[in-house]
């Protein structure tokens, strides 16, 4: 779920306090998009949310996250915005959360 690799080269490259502020950064701008999706998805915006999303999934090492997110936007990039399962992209951030959180914490 989290590709841990990712994650040590990111706090390597950036070093242990910038990468406490990046992540810190990286859940308030997320749980702001995924709150939104969550109470009031918008058709016109998903793709951009996704893109979003996916970004800063993949910079962090939330790798199903990112999946599922770029898998969210290209159906939206094709027309299909209702064919995501967006609890499912959620529960995937919640899930990779928690994992990360406990393994960061740990």
Not at 30 to 36: D, G, L, M, N, P
Request: include cysteine; aromatic fraction near 8%.
């Amino acid at each position: 779920m989290i590709n841990w690799d990712r994650v040590t080269e990111l706090r390597e490259e950036i070093g242990p306090e910038d990468f406490a502020e990046v992540v810190e950064i990286f859940l308030e701008e997320v749980e702001q998009v995924t709150s939104r999706l969550e109470t009031a998805p918008s058709m016109a915006s998903l793709g951009a949310d996704l893109h979003f999303l996916k970004g800063g999934a993949l910079n962090l090492g939330f790798n199903a996250f990112s999946t599922l997110c770029q898998a969210g936007e290209t159906s939206c990039a094709e027309g299909t915005p209702e064919s995501v399962d967006i609890a499912r992209i959620l529960q995937a951030y919640a899930e990779s959360k928690a994992e990360f959180q406990a393994q960061l914490n740990a």
